[in-house]
């Protein structure tokens, strides 16, 4: 599958600049911060369409020494490491990008999430957490639901952010505020968490879909 890269505006020309989130394999993952900041400043320097030479001088270091940290053959000093991020136009924290690779991840096994009471739950309706992080990462949550019985009345929501459904079986009529959208499997909607929604129609049984609701950072359970 052939993936576009998405874009942001370049500062200087007005003109779009691929913003990129994949990032190389062979991109360090310990904690060789010599390693990270070589690869940062060869990848921001290539992306200025400056040559080592180019960049040297721009700098104020000489091409060797430029040529060294980019092969992390050398550990930069604080004063050349804020002369680097002030010739590539980035704050000095974009050259350790990657270093703090102690980053936390929630693996959840089919069938093991945990069920969440309480939230319209009655019989036929089912909700299961797919994982949640400590701190900030805390505004994402990501539920699977499963509705297999066709009930007279359905549960309403309304929370702060923003939710997105994606619809995996089935199919079901949902309402948001005074609208109604038919979701079938491979249908997404994205609503505001502020407008009353809801399942208003269970067309075909069982339905299962994907809610993920993004928390506003001052959001508390």
Do not use: W
């Amino acid at each position: 599958m052939t993936t576009r890269p998405e874009t942001e505006v370049h500062r200087d020309t007005g003109d779009p600049a691929p913003v990129e989130r994949e990032v190389p394999s062979d991109t360090p993952t310990g904690p060789d911060l010599e390693k990270v900041i070589a690869r940062q400043v060869r990848s921001l320097r290539k992306a200025s369409g400056l040559s080592v030479g180019d960049m040297a001088a721009k700098v104020g270091i000489s091409k060797a020494m430029l040529s060294k940290i980019e092969n992390s053959q050398t550990s930069c000093s604080l004063s050349t490491l804020a002369r680097l991020a002030a010739g590539l136009d980035v704050p000095v924290t974009s050259l350790f990008r990657g270093a703090d690779t102690a980053r936390d991840a929630v693996y959840v096994e089919a069938g093991r999430g945990a069920v969440i009471v309480g939230r319209g739950t009655r019989v036929g309706h089912h909700y299961e957490l797919l994982g949640a992080l400590r701190g900030q990462h805390k505004r994402l949550e990501p539920v699977l639901v499963t509705l297999t019985d066709s009930s007279e009345t359905f549960p309403l929501f309304q929370h702060a952010g923003t939710e997105l459904l994606y619809m995996l079986e089935g199919v079901m009529v949902y309402g948001h505020g005074e609208a109604e959208y038919t979701l079938r499997p491979g249908d997404s909607l994205l609503l505001d968490g502020e407008g009353l929604h809801g399942p208003n129609d269970l067309v075909r049984l069982p339905i299962r879909f994907l809610a993920v609701t993004a928390y506003p950072d001052h959001h508390e359970d």
